[in-house]
């Protein structure tokens, strides 16, 4: 039974990652079109494709763009899902289990309505869409991701820690910086890995809300339905690659910290 | 001869430290989800032609959303039932796969789930469109099937089939994540407790794990059929048109079609369907319990 | 241990009609109370009496409804904890799990402002005081003992240098050894260093050997306070009596003969005197004896050996007379009758507690 969960659970894994190695497989060929298996093993592979892409001016401005998106919108998820996050868990005020519910609301949308509704509301507004109309709309769907991530760290925190504090003389900012901050750091952490990935790959909310500015996954999109280009397997994996790294360096450094601390 | 106020009504104007803390992500909400929320309400009910809420109220969009000579109610069918279908598909999957990373890995478990979290990163596009390189005609099945002789791949591309998958594989970590949550909250000595009393594998899960770890489990179904219910990419680049679902109409309302009201009605439609089971099924879950893992 | 403690009259803190609740459900109805200059206090009382939100009131963290807490005679009801020169130990100690043991003793210093270096030394005699292992320094408090982490905990406390120190049962997590060997350094370090300790616990024992006084918490209200040796022979009530161990219990009514259960008129202490119709003969299960043959007592009654089980340092034995059960404790070593046997008990009226019912 074990062996045979394990098995299953291995099997799962590697469906998951399946299409992701093809993609891989696809961008490192060197024809126009792919081809599997190559026919020639050794010679038939090649960078090619990801030097045209690296090389390619209209991607560097769709990097940045994402790049950019997703930094102003970690740094103010942190912000909204730190104060969001006392509210769902710390405080016990009258309108919690109404908050609660309230975060959790826009995770259960569809995200291209959501992002067809802001769009509608910009316009209303007389807001050209851009990449700041983009921030805004990841800002809702990933501020209640942020907000449970850091939740969940906030739960397994005593608030007798802030009383002792308190007790022994530290006020109220001396507690917020040597207490409260330190015990979420690690939740607040994830949280911002959290923003930075979900933003960087978002494609439904950016489709409708980024306008003329272009992101990744907005142009693999367009390029996919288009028709084939290696290009496009080339650059989502670049992407993902890309991803991989800023996670594994976000998991380096939190240990890290967890070992000095 | 002014009274002071008494100290009650006092502390009553000064808000409290909870609606204070949550004040920003009140407003984030009020400014980019209610008003535009109410944005698309206003302009399901603007006349045809109109391209920003226009006084009314004018319901021909909502008439023709209910026509089912228009087949948009067919489409309606079309996309709730693939969504049923990801959620029966993933909760027996993702039922034996969490139970394995909450009592299987003992200290790889964190690795086996940053492994499962991965792909949320990655653009659903870029690995349904891996799916179509793995599907296609000389691809990575019928490549590989070809070249160990058993003949052509078989010919999964462009089916209703196809596009059922991609969405089971897009959705499988917003089930897997909360049923882990869930089956967390069944503590262990409950389980040991029922099988000294002589219950039966299947008893103990029917009777102990599955009650007690509802309130994951529920989560992770409202997640995953909300979701799937407002699936695009999926129909677009593996089902390849063999099935329209209501995120494409919408799409092609504001696109090709011009049709704004039209547009706002259905997604409005949609918003109100999975809103309501939403509201309906948060209402009943204790979200400290199964966050805060008090038990 | 036990002689009234340190005599000086001026209370260093003073509770006058404290009152707090919860929801509309008092929980402190009306406390008052003279903590002296240097003397450690135990609250003791069961579960839900109040003993933690009585602390939390004296500590600054819940605001009495009603009432004064005073400082040297100066008033603090409305301080903020930072601002009270007092500190107490959590029941769960609140050790901040990110610091080192050396990062929470020097946290009181260092949020007032006191250099590095001098935090340091501060830190070291306290660990030396509290008996720790200089090279715990740099240990992360997860590494820790329990014993070893209550240890710091009160070295956090004292660098706080209060003016009294609260304790809310920090000791209840550890096993009973070493509960015990803590409990008296505890004692031993109070006196050395002369702060006033208010020490909150529900066990009896624990606050036995370490306080000066006792004061016996019910439901919100002080039963009564005094010496453990005062509490244990002259309970005011039998709750607190009761609070003090076991008891064989004759309930009484009054008519015109004096008092009586159903008619049996137990010899009574002389000098008691109760007011209303109901009263409690109250006798210790060592004040009872079994008579030897010709032997007399005031009161004596015809008993049926139940059981006799060894309990360290004394045997409890249960028999049966009057239709029930009298406990009756016997030194080791004494010959005891077999279960089964018939003998006579008897007692003095000099250890009866009468009290009002």
């Given at each position: 039974?074990?062996?045979?969960?394990?098995?299953w659970?291995?099997a799962v894994?590697?469906?998951?990652y399946?299409?992701?190695l093809?993609g891989?497989?696809?961008?490192?060929?060197?024809?126009?079109y792919?081809?599997f298996?190559?026919?020639?093993?050794?010679?038939?592979?090649?960078?090619?494709w990801?030097a045209?892409?690296a090389?390619?001016l209209?991607?560097?401005?769709?990097?940045?763009n994402?790049?950019?998106?997703?930094?102003?919108?970690?740094?103010?998820?942190v912000g909204?899902?730190?104060?969001?996050?006392?509210a769902?868990?710390?405080?016990?005020?009258?309108?919690?289990?109404?908050?609660?519910?309230l975060?959790?609301?826009?995770?259960?949308?569809?995200?291209?309505?959501?992002g067809?509704?802001?769009?509608?509301?910009?316009?209303t507004l007389?807001?050209?869409?851009?990449?700041?109309?983009a921030?805004?709309?990841?800002l809702?769907?990933?501020v209640?991701?942020?907000?449970l991530?850091i939740?969940?760290?906030?739960?397994g925190?005593?608030?007798a820690?802030?009383?002792?504090?308190?007790?022994?003389?530290?006020?109220?900012?001396?507690?917020?910086?040597e207490?409260?901050?330190?015990?979420?750091?690690p939740?607040?952490?994830?949280?911002?890995?959290?923003?930075?990935l979900l933003s960087w790959?978002?494609?439904?909310?950016?489709?409708?809300?980024?306008?003329?500015?272009?992101?990744?996954?907005?142009w693999?999109y367009?390029?996919?339905?288009?028709g084939?280009?290696p290009?496009v397997?080339?650059?989502?994996?670049?992407s993902?690659?890309?991803a991989?790294?800023v996670?594994?360096?976000?998991?380096a450094?939190?240990?890290?910290?967890?070992?000095?601390? | 001869?002014?009274?002071?106020p008494?100290?009650?009504?006092?502390?009553?104007?000064?808000l409290?430290?909870g609606?204070?803390?949550?004040?920003?992500?009140?407003?984030?909400?009020?400014?980019?989800?209610?008003?535009p929320?109410?944005?698309?309400?206003?302009?399901?009910?603007?006349?045809?032609?109109?391209?920003?809420?226009?006084?009314?109220?004018?319901?021909?969009?909502?008439?023709?959303?209910?026509?089912?000579?228009?087949?948009?109610p067919?489409s309606?069918?079309?996309?709730?039932?693939?969504?049923?279908?990801?959620?029966?598909a993933?909760?027996?999957?993702?039922?034996?796969l969490?139970h394995?990373?909450?009592?299987?890995?003992?200290?790889?478990?964190?690795?086996?789930s940053?492994?499962?979290?991965?792909?949320?990163?990655v653009?659903e596009?870029?690995r349904l469109?891996?799916?179509?390189?793995?599907?296609?005609?000389?691809?990575l099945?019928?490549?590989?099937?070809?070249?160990?002789?058993?003949?052509?791949?078989?010919?999964?591309?462009?089916?209703?089939?196809?596009t059922?998958?991609?969405?089971?594989?897009v959705?499988?970590?917003?089930?897997?994540?909360?049923?882990?949550?869930?089956?967390s909250?069944?503590?262990?000595?409950?389980?040991?407790?029922?099988?000294?009393?002589g219950?039966s594998?299947?008893?103990i899960?029917?009777?102990i794990?599955?009650?007690?770890?509802?309130?994951?489990?529920?989560?992770?179904?409202?997640?995953?059929?909300t979701?799937?219910?407002?699936?695009?990419?999926?129909?677009?680049?593996?089902?390849g048109?063999?099935?329209?679902p209501?995120?494409?109409?919408?799409?092609?309302?504001?696109?090709?079609?011009?049709?704004?009201p039209?547009g706002?009605?259905m997604?409005?439609?949609?918003?109100?369907i999975?809103?309501?089971?939403?509201?309906?099924?948060?209402?009943?879950i204790?979200?400290?319990?199964?966050?805060?893992?008090?038990? | 241990?036990?002689?009234?403690?340190?005599a000086a009259?001026?209370?260093?803190?003073?509770?006058?009609?404290?009152v707090?609740g919860f929801?509309?459900?008092?929980?402190?109805?009306?406390?008052d109370?003279?903590?002296?200059e240097?003397?450690?206090l135990s609250?003791?009382?069961p579960?839900?009496?109040?003993k933690?939100?009585?602390?939390?009131?004296?500590?600054?963290?819940?605001?009495p409804d009603?009432?004064?807490i005073l400082?040297?005679?100066?008033?603090?009801?409305?301080?903020?904890p930072?601002?009270?020169?007092?500190?107490?130990?959590?029941q769960?100690?609140?050790?901040?799990?990110?610091?080192s043991?050396?990062?929470?003793?020097?946290?009181?210093?260092?949020?007032?402002?006191?250099?590095?270096?001098?935090?340091r030394?501060?830190?070291?005699?306290?660990?030396?005081?509290?008996?720790?292992?200089?090279?715990?320094?740099?240990?992360?408090i997860?590494?820790?003992?329990?014993?070893?982490?209550?240890?710091?905990?009160?070295?956090?406390?004292?660098?706080?240098?209060?003016?009294?120190l609260?304790?809310?049962?920090?000791?209840?997590?550890?096993d009973?050894?070493?509960?015990?060997?803590l409990?008296?350094e505890?004692?031993?370090?109070?006196?050395?260093?002369?702060?006033?300790?208010?020490?909150?616990?529900h066990?009896?024992?624990?606050?036995?050997?370490?306080?000066?006084r006792?004061?016996?918490?019910?439901?919100?209200?002080i039963?009564?306070?005094?010496t453990?040796?005062?509490?244990?022979a002259q309970?005011?009530d039998r709750?607190?009596?009761?609070?003090?161990?076991?008891?064989n219990v004759?309930?009484?009514t009054?008519?015109?003969?004096?008092?009586?259960?159903d008619?049996?008129r137990?010899?009574?202490?002389?000098?008691?005197?109760?007011?209303g119709?109901?009263?409690?003969?109250m006798?210790?299960p060592?004040a009872?004896?079994?008579?030897?043959?010709?032997e007399?007592?005031?009161?004596?009654?015809?008993?049926?050996?139940?059981?006799?089980r060894?309990?360290g340092a004394?045997?409890r034995l249960?028999?049966r007379?009057?239709?029930?059960?009298?406990?009756?404790?016997l030194?080791?070593?004494?010959?005891r009758p077999?279960?089964?046997?018939?003998?006579?008990?008897?007692?003095?009226?000099?250890?009866?507690i009468l009290?009002?019912r």
């Open positions: 039974m074990r062996g045979l969960l394990r098995g659970t291995l894994l590697a469906l998951v399946l299409p992701i093809a891989a497989l696809a961008g490192l060929s060197r024809s126009r792919f081809l298996p190559p026919r020639d093993w050794a010679r038939d592979w090649s960078l090619d990801w045209k892409v090389g390619a209209e991607i560097r401005a769709l990097v940045a994402s790049l950019l998106i997703a930094a102003v919108v970690t740094v103010l998820a909204f899902g730190l104060c969001g996050a006392l769902f868990a710390r405080h016990g005020w009258r309108g919690r289990r109404w908050f609660q519910r975060v959790l609301l826009p995770l259960c949308f569809p995200q291209p309505v959501l067809l509704a802001a769009l509608m509301w910009f316009d007389g807001i050209g869409t851009g990449w700041r109309t921030a805004v709309a990841h809702v769907w990933i209640p991701v942020v907000t991530v939740a969940i760290r906030v739960y925190f005593d608030p820690l802030e009383e002792a504090a308190a007790d022994l003389g530290a006020s109220r900012l001396a507690i917020w910086r207490v409260t901050l330190p015990m979420l750091w939740g607040i952490w994830s949280g911002a890995l959290f923003a930075f790959g978002n494609f439904p909310l950016s489709l409708y809300t980024a306008g003329a500015d272009g992101t990744v996954p907005k693999l367009a390029k996919m339905v288009a084939y280009s290009m397997p080339a650059l989502g994996t670049m993902t690659i890309a991989a790294l996670l594994g360096a976000g998991a450094v939190a240990r890290l910290a967890r070992g000095r601390g | 001869m002014a009274a002071p008494p100290a009650r009504s006092r502390r009553r104007r000064r409290s430290p609606l204070r803390a949550a004040a920003p992500v009140l407003a984030l909400l009020a400014f980019g989800f209610a008003a929320l109410a944005t698309v309400a206003a302009m399901s009910v603007s006349p045809p032609g109109s391209f920003a809420p226009a006084p009314g109220p004018d319901l021909q969009a909502w008439a023709r959303l209910v026509d089912p000579a228009g087949g948009l067919g309606f069918a079309v996309t709730l039932g693939l969504a049923a279908a990801t959620v029966a993933l909760l027996a999957i993702c039922l034996p969490a394995a990373l909450v009592h299987l890995f003992g200290r790889w478990s964190g690795l086996v940053t492994l499962f979290v991965f792909p949320l990163f653009s596009n870029v469109y891996g799916w179509a390189l793995v599907l296609l005609k000389n691809g099945l019928d490549g590989t099937m070809k070249a160990l002789g058993l003949g052509p791949g078989p010919d999964w591309l462009f089916t209703p089939a196809i059922l998958a991609g969405m089971i594989y959705h499988l970590p917003f089930m897997l994540f909360p049923v882990v949550l869930g089956l909250l069944v503590p262990r000595e409950t389980v040991e407790a029922a099988r000294d009393l219950a594998r299947a008893r899960w029917a009777e794990v599955l009650p007690l770890a509802s309130p994951g489990i529920l989560i992770g179904m409202l997640l995953t059929f979701l799937a219910a407002g699936a695009l990419a999926e129909a677009r680049i593996l089902g048109q063999s099935v329209i209501v995120a494409q109409e919408i799409e092609t309302a504001f696109s090709y079609a011009q049709d704004w039209g706002a009605a997604a409005l439609a949609l918003v109100l999975t809103g309501a089971l939403a509201l309906a099924l948060l209402a009943a204790d979200l400290d319990r199964l966050l805060g893992r008090r038990r | 241990m036990t002689e009234g403690g340190p009259p001026a209370p260093v803190l003073e509770l006058r009609g404290l707090k929801d509309g459900i008092p929980v402190i109805r009306g406390i109370l003279a903590i002296r240097g003397e450690f609250v003791v009382g579960s839900g009496s109040g933690s939100t009585l602390l939390r009131l004296l500590a600054g963290l819940e605001r009603a009432g004064e400082l040297r005679e100066r008033v603090m009801t409305c301080l903020t930072q601002e009270r020169p007092t500190c107490l130990v959590f769960s100690l609140a050790l901040f799990p990110h610091k043991v050396g990062g929470n003793i020097e946290f009181p210093l260092k949020v007032r402002g006191v250099p590095g270096r001098a935090r030394d501060r830190a070291r005699a306290l660990m030396a005081l509290v008996q720790l292992d200089p090279a715990y320094y740099r240990r992360n997860r590494a820790l003992s329990g014993g070893e982490r209550q240890r710091v905990a009160l070295a956090r406390a004292l660098a706080y240098d209060p003016e009294v609260f304790f809310d049962e920090p000791l209840s997590a550890l009973q050894r070493l509960r015990r060997s409990g008296a505890l004692a031993a370090l109070q006196r050395a260093t002369g702060k006033t300790f208010v020490y909150i616990t066990a009896l024992d624990e606050a036995m050997g370490m306080s000066h006792i004061a016996v918490l019910n439901a919100g209200r039963a009564q306070i005094g453990p040796d005062e509490l244990y309970p005011v709750f607190v009596a009761e609070t003090f161990g076991a008891l004759i309930a009484l009054r008519d015109a003969g004096g008092w009586h259960e008619g049996w137990p010899v009574l202490p002389p000098d008691a005197q109760i007011a119709e109901a009263a409690v003969a006798i210790r060592e009872l004896r079994l008579l030897g043959p010709g007399t007592a005031a009161n004596r009654l015809e008993a049926e050996v139940m059981s006799d060894g309990l004394h045997h249960e028999l007379a009057r239709g029930r059960v009298w406990l009756l404790d030194p080791r070593g004494v010959p077999a279960p089964g046997a018939t003998v006579a008990l008897g007692w003095d009226p000099a250890d009866t009290r009002a």
